[in-house]
DNA sequence: TCAATCCGTATC
DNA sequence: ATACGGATTGAC
């Protein structure tokens, strides 16, 4: 008797099914393997969980129709993880089998399995020094031990030597480790640590950008024990690390590390929920870590990991914060190239020495939000504290959360009763910066055109958040962070957050001593956070407003988003655990559907996931017209 | 009384 | 989706 995962999007159908092995496949029938089965009269995938003597099914059982290869892809640690994610998104176990289980490739799984993964080298150095307590950390992941640990990174290249110590320190105890980064530029960062530390071969890169073929390589050299370390892009976090000993991710604040398709496990948490399940180690950091990340700190689940002040104070550059619009206004300097005269001297200082400038401005087309015509904080719903739009021409604003119209708004902070819409900034920044500074080279990273790095010798550099390419050296001897209005006023609660991170990558690229110019207000916490180098303390701060204003993650939400009927259905089916509210539904901008949020306590949060599940079973039994995609924890409430 | 058809429900 | 069982219908 074999108990199957049959591949089915049914959510009713979310339960292994039982099977008679036909003598024939009695060998080859074992857990983890691939399989076809007759279900419902149609023949089906699914992955072998399990072998049992006894059925739990009374009824008569069909045989396994094929095996469709020997190789065991789903391994036991792997499926607790997916089972785990499934029940925590109110997602179907074949949904995360998806994610975790790459297609097949036969013709690469036809290659033999190579010898087994050697020891690695001893460790050249300690990289992990300039932190306190990061020896410590090191030594007791060599020696079998499972520290876990939220990371501060100082600013510099030397993260990913850092990362890639852990790595190491992991593999001298003869277990594995995954390390997941949030893109192609920081892969191959990691991945050039990972050869430094380790030596060619013992470790695999995992990325879409290899392809299937490749990529499935990769992953069975994996499964198979030929390599015990794994670097790679969100999907990476399900590799099937042999006796995992290490999680890691880099900074885990970027969107990018969240899965796009159901149920959208961002990586950060698959590996912290892996960590748990199987009792391995974890870093989670950055040079910002996230809310969520800080948040391991406050349930003692993770210890910090930083540098000691003095360690700190003398690496991380000097920060200079603009102020807001008036001090603009009287700036002549700032009419004249809209560069205002402090940032104007700081590059012109680097320049003169022969150095590269970094100019970080805002990605074009957020969506306009409103703001406190006084104190510019972002404007919200007196009602449910959800980001307020102006939607089309409307003369009153409106909740994008619950909908209300915010009539007599008045502002949280400063009271004041006057909006007015947030300004973003243009692509116009770097051509008027050209012209400030004649016979500078100009280049630009952003969207398509992203550069890697760029040549020693002064120059401006112009890139969108994300897109800043490395310096030479230790790194750049001037930022220019611009617009840093248009990056807090975004009408999303993280976005001062992101602003943060945003802040704080630029800050890393940049070398000792560098200095540093954000055009944003010196008396808001999120620069203050800046000037000093303590993202963590922004992020517990921010942690203790948010669970004040029943924000996640002090609070769990749900989006429910589909067809008008079909989400009122939905949200009309459900029984909402205590303390549990509906806001909403409001129309999705650029699309046909609508979107309803469910707001529940915190401590709730598993009986929402379990009601959500139960609902989306039984409206699947009951086949109700209409899609509802549920979607736990977004990201994207703004 | 039997066969054809419809509808609901389980899918091993 | 598809298959199966039970209920229903209509003809002899």
Do not use: N
Request: glycine share 10%; charged share 20%.
């Amino acid at each position: 008797m074999a108990r199957v995962a049959v591949d089915t999007p049914l959510p009713h159908l979310d339960r292994p099914f039982d099977y008679l092995v036909p003598a024939s496949l009695g060998e080859v029938a074992r857990p983890g393997v691939r399989v076809r089965v007759r279900f419902a009269g149609r023949l089906m995938s699914g992955l072998l969980l399990h072998r049992r003597a006894e059925a739990e099914h009374d009824g008569r059982l069909s045989p396994l129709a094929a095996v469709v290869s020997a190789e065991p892809v789903l391994t036991a640690e792997v499926l607790a993880l997916c089972r785990a994610l499934a029940l925590h998104g109110a997602g179907t176990l074949s949904d995360v089998l998806r994610l975790a289980v790459p297609p097949r490739h036969a013709r690469v799984e036809a290659v033999p399995a190579g010898p087994p993964a050697a020891p690695p080298p001893p460790p050249a150095a300690d990289a992990l020094t300039p932190y306190q307590d990061g020896t410590a950390v090191l030594r007791a992941l060599a020696g079998g031990g499972a520290p876990r640990v939220v990371w501060s990174a100082l600013p510099g290249p030397g993260w990913a030597a850092s990362l890639a110590a852990a790595v190491q320190a992991c593999l001298a105890s003869g277990r594995g480790a995954v390390l997941v980064v949030p893109d192609a530029g920081d892969l191959a960062r990691a991945d050039a640590a990972l050869t430094a530390a380790l030596g060619p071969g013992r470790h695999v890169a995992l990325t879409a950008g290899l392809g299937p073929p490749e990529r499935y390589r990769g992953w069975l050299r994996v499964l198979r024990g030929e390599v015990l370390a794994v670097v790679g892009t969100r999907a990476a976090a399900f590799a099937p690390v042999r006796d995992l000993g290490l999680v890691a991710v880099w900074d885990d604040g970027d969107d990018s590390l969240a899965e796009p398709r159901a149920p959208y496990p961002h990586a950060r948490d698959v590996l912290v929920r892996r960590a748990h399940l199987a009792g391995a180690g974890a870093v989670i950091g950055g040079w910002a870590p996230s809310v969520e990340a800080v948040g391991l700190l406050g349930s003692r689940w993770a210890q910090p990991l930083a540098a000691p002040r003095e360690v700190l104070r003398a690496r991380w550059p000097r920060v200079q914060p603009l102020g807001g619009d008036a001090e603009l206004a009287r700036d002549p300097a700032a009419q004249a190239a809209r560069l205002p005269s402090l940032a104007f001297a700081a590059a012109r200082e680097a320049l003169a020495a022969g150095r590269p400038v970094l100019v970080q401005v805002p990605r074009r087309g957020y969506h306009p939000g409103l703001a406190c015509a006084s104190c510019r904080s972002p404007a919200r719903c007196a009602h449910c504290a959800g980001p307020l739009a102006r939607e089309g021409s409307a003369e009153t604003p409106a909740c994008r959360w619950c909908g209300r119209p915010a009539t007599a708004w008045a502002c949280r902070v400063c009271a004041s009763t006057q909006l007015r819409p947030v300004v973003v900034g243009d692509r116009r920044t770097a051509e008027e910066l050209g012209r400030a500074f004649p016979g500078v080279p100009v280049r630009a990273s952003a969207g398509d055109h992203v550069l890697d790095e760029v040549p020693d010798g002064p120059q401006l550099v112009v890139a969108t958040p994300g897109a800043e390419p490395v310096a030479p050296g230790e790194g750049y001897s001037a930022a220019l962070l611009l617009d840093g209005w248009a990056l807090l006023g975004r009408p999303d609660l993280r976005a001062a957050e992101e602003a943060l991170r945003r802040w704080c990558a630029a800050v890393g690229r940049c070398a000792p001593g560098a200095r540093v110019i954000v055009s944003a207000d010196a008396s808001l916490p999120v620069v203050q956070a800046l000037v000093r180098g303590d993202p963590v303390g922004y992020a517990t701060r921010e942690a203790a407003e948010r669970a004040a204003l029943h924000f996640p993650p002090g609070a769990r939400m749900a989006a429910l988003i589909g067809a008008a009927a079909a989400v009122a259905a939905a949200v009309e089916g459900l029984v909402l655990p205590a303390g549990g509210e509906v806001l909403g539904p409001t129309s999705v901008p650029g699309t046909d559907d609508v979107r309803a949020i469910i707001r529940v306590p915190r401590a709730a949060g598993r009986a929402l996931a379990a009601e959500l599940a139960r609902g989306a079973r039984e409206r699947s039994a009951r086949k109700a017209p209409g899609s509802v995609r549920m979607h736990l924890d977004p990201l994207d409430v703004g």
